[in-house]
């Protein structure tokens, strides 16, 4: 059974901590450079569209989930039903991942926005992101098509409550 997850919302004060593991390779691989990466997350702190919060076992932040609203940033992923919200995240702490928290962690998470309205909830990893797109299957996503976005070309994956 997994864990029970923590999702605080991210403050100010968590910066430095994104920054630290925007910079690790296993994020910056996928994320791609941690100062854009870096300016972009805390300049969306401020955003009423953008969602984020600091993932956490009990006693230990491991991971960053943001959840927005599509109407801000829907390219490429065309019509959704109105309400639909967009993730992304990663575990920061290197010695958390292979563990099962991604897709357990993300589970959670969309759990959760479905239990407040989400009528879907849709994800866009980039395609050769097998870690990724496995974690979003096994936490109930499926695959629905390749979608050009603002970042390249993006598989975008579906969850229905």
Not at 10 to 29: F, G, K, Q, S, T
Not at 120 to 129: I, L, M, S
């Amino acid at each position: 059974m997994a864990p029970p997850y923590i999702f605080r919302p991210m403050i100010a004060a968590d910066l430095p901590l994104i920054r630290r593991w925007l910079a690790l390779p296993h994020v910056r691989e996928w994320w791609g450079d941690p100062a854009e990466q870096y300016s972009l997350v805390s300049g969306d702190l401020d955003e009423p569209a953008m969602d984020q919060f600091i993932v956490s076992v009990p006693g230990r932040p491991f991971g960053y989930i943001q959840c927005y609203d599509l109407t801000a940033w829907n390219t490429g992923i065309g019509q959704q039903p109105p309400g639909t919200r967009g993730i992304d995240q990663f575990i920061g702490e290197p010695d958390m991942i292979g563990c099962g928290h991604g897709s357990a962690f993300i589970r959670s998470f969309v759990d959760d926005r479905f239990k407040i309205g989400a009528p879907r909830v849709v994800t866009d990893p980039d395609p050769t992101n097998h870690r990724a797109i496995r974690a979003s299957e096994n936490a109930g996503f499926i695959r629905d098509r390749l979608a050009d976005t603002t970042e390249g070309e993006a598989l975008l994956m579906v969850r229905n409550p």
